[in-house]
């Protein structure tokens, strides 16, 4: 959907007067690789994007999240009915907390609010090497940083050589490259794997 289309739908769900209410599937992927997509190159060198926010949830009003941005920009995220949330996994608007890391994507409101099409809560993307493999661990290097990686039953998944997901994690191996895609514990040095990437021998 091009950005004026997604901009009037938003802006419609904001003031409670759309007829449809669709998530953010059918306006953009929710897939959590979606969250780290490079739109940069559509933007003027060092621009912000108006329609991007990150940070972390500060508080919550109603639909309303306050979100503080690492560069201490200010962000108010407004929840729809047809905002998308993943967390680990695709949910609702319930399990946002106080505390919870946020990357949020949607239109920007004439009043600065970010009507959100589609919100990710803690992702991370790693690029880590495998230290060790426990059972529902994977031990992680991630540049000199150790992180504890969680195995989620019926979650996670690998991906390996560029093949189709497969919930068998039996081919990692230690010492070897895996890019991590997860759901942070703040915090903490933990993480809940949704996805690895990694090369089968």
């Known amino acids: 959907m091009e950005n004026l289309g997604r901009r009037k739908f938003l802006t419609s769900a904001v ?16 897939a959590p690789e979606t969250a780290f997509a490079d739109d940069k190159w559509m933007l003027e ?16 009003q109603g639909s309303m999240l306050m979100v503080t941005g690492s ?15 993943w967390k680990l996994r695709n949910t609702t608007f319930d399990e946002a907390e106080v505390g919870d ?17 589609a919100i990710w809560l803690n992702i991370v993307n790693l690029q880590t090497h495998i230290v060790a493999i426990n059972r529902d661990v994977l031990h992680l ?8 990686g969680h195995v989620v039953s019926g979650t996670t998944a690998a991906v390996y050589n560029g093949t189709p997901a497969i919930s068998d994690l039996s081919l990692l ?14 915090d903490t040095n933990e993480v809940d794997i949704a996805t690895v990437y990694a090369a089968a021998a």
Do not use: C, N
């Open 101 to 117: 890391g946020l990357y949020a994507r949607g239109a920007r409101m004439p009043d600065g609010v970010l009507a959100a099409d």
């Open 45 to 60: 060198p060092d621009a912000v994007d108006p329609d991007f926010a990150e940070g972390r949830i500060t508080g919550i």
């Open 141 to 148: 290097d991630h540049h000199g940083h150790r992180i504890v």
């Open 173 to 186: 191996q230690v010492g070897k490259h895996a890019q991590v895609i997860g759901a942070w514990r703040p």
């Open 71 to 85: 560069d201490r920009t200010f962000h108010r995220i407004q929840v729809t009915g047809g905002t998308s949330i």
């Open 15 to 30: 003031l409670g007067t759309a007829t449809t209410v669709v998530g953010a599937t059918a306006l953009g992927s929710l």
